[in-house]
């Protein structure tokens, strides 16, 4: 926004808390002032106007920007229309003071407003009439012969016997004009201004706030979490440099501040400081199963997610906090959305299309992956044929269908653009695309992957000029980050995490986007899962099918190595998910031990004995399915897992709290 423009939201913010000086004050110092009237002032423009009340009108007009309401005339072909306005007040003002006997009031009223009007005909020019010939007079000058008309006829009236013969009711013929009498006058002027003056709407600074904040958060420009010092502590006087302030210094707190939802204390991360000791996790670590949700016979989970409860119009439920609904997609095709109420347990019947038992879903295709909107109002979901569906969550509706790929190249992952614009697919055959969901359309391609596609997102990179990339994985063993705008590569990551091959900590996993090199040859596994970090800016947890997970920057830089050294066999890692605050990265082995990473230090923090086991359904010949799911709640410490794995005789979802 314009400078100028956030002046004149303030200045209608300080009128409409009855601060009429302190805006007065803004517009003599800034020289710009509101770009109308509250709604208040307009209402009664036209009464005052007609009663004669000048002087509130003229208030009004002390906190008006002139020029800006000049320039809206001007645009619309009316030259000089508010000057004249306001020029006629003033003149109405002073023919009717002068009328009402204040005739020394009246000109020295004139002598303050004179250099407007002496403007005004500089500015009108002071040509040549087209019928008389003769140089117009100015309006200065015109309206000192008005009133000295009229002292001329009082004068004439008066009795040197009997002052009082005066009648204050007669003034001269066109005193207020030859076209008009003095209401008919008073009428036009009320007329006008109701029309020139715009009504500037109510409470537009707080809403113009409220959407910025809304709509940096909406497209990731606004971090969530932001850091702040508690000045409290730790502060040395002047001249002062003792023990004692120099411990109070180092045990100084950090706090963290939420910018959305409010002030909450939260565990820090940062690369290459210690954790703090005094600081308060954010997300709880799951130890139990919370809730489990069984699906039919020989139907599995392939997908699932949660999103968040808004209304119709896009706004939260809870200003305070937001609710999330629990997303599942399955190989039978169907779709359902399971309340936060009853811990997910059972759909939610406040959906019209759920109760009545329309579910959302795919014909004769498995839904393996779901994307939602950062607003969530919209749903994508990708099905086992290649085609893509988006749904308006709270009404059911399918709103676009996209054939993302060629029938049989099933979509693996699917990605919502930051402003609800566009959609990121991947899929099987290798390819990621990008489509419009105004016109359905293929908008770019990312063409590069040797094999299935596995993951894809878009990420705002915060370092230098924000810009706007996109990140895929796949089952070659390397991570490619593109540019979203022209959809050319900017690097290309390949780390090793296979046997004593290991990207040892501060290498970089640059590679050559043009070398021949596969997966199977240089030792690295293919990716399933890549997390993208807020804290720290630029980084993103890399997690191949391998003994080992990386904290990379955005530059392919090592930070951090997170390995289970406890697991018997050193078994790999096949699904993973990180907490909201990013605090703990949690990865699932092919043993079904779920190990929970300190994402500051580094190190292992806690270890699920048999997860895999009681998370999927148990089996007859003792066969465990493997785990291909983990979806962490976007506010609390609830991860659900699943398994997609055939061999399950029902497929199940587990919610661990």
Not at 87 to 106: F, K, Q, Y
């Amino acid at each position: 926004m314009e400078a100028s423009d956030i002046l004149r939201l303030i200045a209608a913010h300080l009128t409409e808390c009855g601060l009429q000086e302190a805006c007065r004050a803004l517009r003599d110092e800034s020289g710009i002032g509101m770009a109308g009237c509250t709604r208040a002032v307009h209402a009664n423009l036209k009464a005052w106007a007609s009663t004669g009340q000048w002087g509130k009108i003229l208030e009004a007009f002390s906190v008006l920007d002139n020029s800006l309401l000049q320039r809206r005339k001007t645009a619309s072909g009316l030259k000089n229309e508010m000057e004249v306005l306001i020029s006629d007040v003033h003149e109405m003002a002073i023919l009717e003071l002068a009328e009402a006997g204040d005739i020394r009031l009246a000109y020295a009223s004139l002598r303050v407003v004179e250099d407007e009007f002496d403007a005004l005909a500089a500015e009108a020019g002071t040509g040549k009439s087209e019928k008389t010939n003769e140089h117009v007079l100015s309006r200065k000058r015109d309206l000192e012969q008005r009133l000295a008309a009229l002292v001329s006829l009082r004068s004439m009236q008066v009795d040197a016997a009997d002052p009082s013969s005066q009648d204050s009711s007669k003034f001269p013929p066109n005193y207020y004009g030859s076209k008009f009498s003095k209401q008919e006058r008073r009428d036009n002027i009320g007329k006008r201004l109701m029309d020139s003056i715009p009504v500037v709407p109510p409470c537009r600074l707080k809403s113009v706030i409220q959407q910025a904040i809304k709509w940096q958060a909406y497209t990731g420009l606004l971090p969530s979490i932001k850091e702040l010092w508690d000045d409290d502590e730790g502060l040395v006087p002047d001249g002062q440099n003792t023990k004692n302030t120099t411990e109070k210094r180092r045990r100084k707190k950090r706090k963290l501040f939420d910018l959305v939802l409010g002030a909450v204390e939260v565990d820090a991360v940062n690369v290459g400081e210690p954790p703090l000791e005094d600081s308060v996790p954010l997300d709880p670590i799951p130890s139990k199963q919370y809730t489990t949700i069984k699906f039919g016979k020989k139907t599995t989970a392939e997908s699932a997610l949660f999103v968040p409860v808004v209304c119709e119009d896009g706004s939260a439920i809870s200003a305070s906090t937001t609710s999330f609904s629990l997303v599942t997609g399955s190989s039978d095709g169907l779709v359902e959305i399971y309340d936060a109420h009853d811990k997910y347990a059972t759909l939610r019947m406040d959906l019209s299309y759920q109760e009545n038992g329309e579910l959302m879903g795919h014909d004769d295709a498995s839904v393996l992956a779901l994307a939602a909107s950062n607003d969530g109002t919209m749903l994508a979901t990708g099905g086992s044929d290649g085609e893509v569906k988006v749904w308006r969550i709270s009404t059911g509706k399918c709103l676009r269908r996209i054939s993302a790929h060629d029938r049989g190249s099933a979509i693996s992952c699917l990605a919502f653009a930051p402003d609800g614009s566009h959609i990121l697919t991947g899929s099987e055959d290798s390819n990621c695309r990008e489509f419009g969901l105004r016109t359905t359309r293929m908008l770019k391609e990312f063409n590069g992957h040797s094999s299935f596609v596995h993951s894809c997102q878009y990420s705002l990179r915060k370092e230098g000029k924000h810009q706007l990339v996109v990140v895929t994985s796949a089952a070659d063993g390397t991570v490619r980050i593109w540019n979203a705008k022209t959809s050319v590569v900017i690097r290309v990551l390949r780390p090793v995490s296979l046997g004593d091959s290991l990207s040892t900590v501060g290498s970089s996993l640059i590679v050559d986007h043009r070398s021949d090199q596969t997966s199977a040859a240089g030792g690295c596994p293919a990716i399933h899962t890549v997390l993208q970090l807020h804290t720290p800016a630029d980084t993103m947890v890399i997690v191949p099918r391998g003994l080992r997970a990386f904290l990379v920057s955005h530059h392919g830089t090592v930070i951090r190595a997170f390995e289970d050294d406890t697991s018997a066999g050193g078994k790999v890692f096949v699904a993973a998910t990180i907490s909201p605050s990013n605090h703990w990265l949690y990865c699932v082995t092919e043993a079904g031990v779920c190990c929970i990473f300190d994402v500051v230090a580094g190190k292992l923090e806690k270890s699920i004995r048999g997860f895999a086991e009681e998370t999927t359904s148990k089996l007859k010949d003792g066969t465990q399915a493997e785990i291909s799911g983990l979806v962490h709640h976007p506010q609390k410490g609830i991860v659900a897992a699943f398994s997609n794995d055939k061999i399950q005789r029902k497929g199940q979802l587990v919610l661990w709290k």
